[in-house]
DNA sequence: AAAATGACTATTTTTGTTTTTTGGTCATTT
DNA sequence: AAATGACCAAAAAACAAAAATAGTCATTTT
């Protein structure tokens, strides 16, 4: 078989992006980046709207294994999920393309990346949704639901929105914080 | 003594910039308005910004006497901080000066309306910092900002963000969320 | 004399126009 | 059958001219 074109295009959006953001990246550049014609990026995606998707979707992915590769069964619960969640966010502070997209967001506004943040944001907190559901039965679904939000909210508050006025918090305190909201929501 | 022209200007100045927002009111407008020669404003306040300062002096000084007026001294504290909050938060969302920056914000990102909102917002941690003082000794000085901090995102999270994608939550839902962040925080 | 004023100005913002860039297509080539 | 890049309509950027605006200050009013 020949090259694979389709992931030839892919890496190459994958850099582009994350050097200069949605808006900045063009399929011209993509195309030749990846050293293809243009028209064969058409054959693989919609338009360039689609092509991000993919490439989103697998950040995505990786966020989720990053999370599940730092899951230790046997740890206290509450400790993994502080692990995995902010596994997530540093994730999220240290990845370029994710860097690339909150600042362009905020800069300009950016409709497709808004959208796109939104999603990323919805399937984290889906995420951790799923990850309590298998351990507290007696929690009520729009708990859950409630929960999993404000562990999330909770979580960039003291990651991101804290360091903005103050010094940076540590892991450890972090984890102490956020210990006594989740044991007391998952136990009454 | 003759008409209060200070007076006339700032009420001018807070009508216009809740009909039209900062950007879109002009300093001849607020002159018309208060029907006022246009230098007579600059006797009274350096420049727009100052003007502008004033009336959210004003509007932090109303929304605090709101949290205050819903303090009842029978009730149990954490129900009192709670009703406090939600106070402030409906306040936000009824006003019509607040409700105008908060969209001046997110549409134009007009840069003294953003610094503006910042302000206010650590005016208001600042009161819920000096609200929570008086209670629990044994809490440290950092915890003390933490809270604070943390109840106000909290809230903004409870109140504002969920809206976005769910049914809005009820006071009582709410309130009970908040109990328990609030009880756990203050008692160890 | 003190307070108030609005014509004036330097600067910014908006508007209208032209030029360039870009996403997407499709007839041709590989 | 798969890949391509010249091509096009539409969007964005660049530019110039016109309008609007914050702030000043010489003159007028009290």
Known sequence: MGIDRRKLIVEAAEKSF??????ATTMDQVAKLASVGKGTIYTFFKNKEELFAEIASTL??????????????????????HRALF???EFRSEHLLMIKLIQEEKEMGTLAVTEMLQH???????????????????ILQTDLEITS???FKLYIALV???EKN???????????????????????
């Open 166 to 188: 103050h010094e940076a918090l540590s892991s450890e305190k972090i984890a102490e914080i956020m210990k006594v909201f989740l044991l007391k929501r998952l136990s009454d």
């Open 18 to 23: 994350s050097l200069f953001g949605y808006k």
């Open 87 to 89: 596994r997530m966010l």
């Open 149 to 151: 939000f404000l562990l």
């Open 160 to 162: 991101s929105d804290w």
């Open 120 to 138: 990323i944001e919805n399937e984290i907190i889906a995420y951790i949704k799923h990850k309590l559901e298998g351990v507290n039965h007696t």
């Open 60 to 81: 995505v992915h990786e966020m989720k294994a990053e999370a599940e590769a730092v899951i230790q069964p046997g740890l206290p619960f509450t400790e993994n999920v």
